[in-house]
């Protein structure tokens, strides 16, 4: 099977240069979902349409689709907009490609809500929710790699913990910490504290930390859920030893969606190139685009933005700081140089017009750039 080529492509433009990455913007599973609202909509004319929580995690989608009659039931934190009391058989709900916990979906099939429809669920989430299953089948316990306020890791967790012990890791760190229960280091007591709130009811830890597999939110680094995968692996051959690691450690493959992997492995081809700096558009609370800020930072300065909107002039853009939440300024964040390279990407959740129209802002600071019309005849 040939290797897929994940290397740039390189707009010239003369005195700016873009990198484009190879993989980005929409996938099958935010295509499908964005699709199916829309088809709600058309086929239920004068009923309510709600979505549970935000289709994907970009502000001009969610937007678009409620500016065509959608009703948000909740924020992606859980806050709720729409009281269940409001909600009954005529009305239209649909999932979010994230899913929705099992606890939410029997809530709305006890209003005789049809939660089949117009379910646009990623069929990669349901991937791990399987693997989830069979884990749970095969008495292990389900280690869930994961942000725990996300929507995604609250409804795997559901599922999850229908079928057997569950428990959620942020990241390698707090899988370490996890290890010290594993091998005996700590006391039940301080495990019930330190992991309140991310463990399935009934678990007990001298039993159900006998045997682990790891699966994750499906946005999260691939190189991060293999280190945590191993780090658990050796854990459990540190306590019962090599010829035992099958009767305790589940060696599953990674549960990664393809379009989250294809745009981090473009990300990596990008951190190869020669350029002054990085844009990443996408939602500011989007994981899989948040993922791709981080891996471009360890070798340019990057800016992560939402829109062209975002960026004033020349001499001053707005981006989004993910590690403080907050928002930035940056004054002069294109060099005076000639030629300047730009790397230019986004999200999974994010629209390639979006894409487009940040590489038009920034060309119009440059006014003896080529024009598009003539690096696409190039093309």
Known sequence: MRKQDFTPALIDFGPVQFYIARHFGFCYGVENA???SYRALEENPGKNVYLLSQMIHNPEVNADLQSRGIRFIADTDGTQFISWEKIGKDDV????????TLEIENRLLDKQVDVQKYNTTCPFVEKVWNRAEKLGNENYTIVIHGKPNHEETRATF????HNGPSIIVNDLNE????????LGEKTEEEFYREFQGKYSPGFNVPTDLQRVGVVNQTTMLATETQAIADFFRQTMIKKYGAAEIKNHFADTRDTLCYATNDNQDSTYRLLETDADLAVVVG???SSNTSHIVELCERKFPTYFINSENEIISEKKIYHFNYHRKQKEA?????????????????GASCPD???DRVMLKILSFYPHAKSVEEIMRAF
Request: glycine fraction near 4%; proline fraction near 9%.
């Open 330 to 346: 940056t004054p002069r964040f294109l060099p005076e140089k000639n030629p300047v390279k730009i790397i230019l990407t986004s």
């Open 175 to 182: 899988s370490q910490r996890l290890a010290k229960y594993i």
């Open 353 to 355: 017009t979006l894409v």
């Open 283 to 285: 939602g500011y609370n």
């Open 158 to 161: 559901s599922h999850s913990a």
């Open 34 to 36: 964005i699709e199916i």
């Open 93 to 100: 709900v649909i999932i979010p490609a994230f899913g929705t």
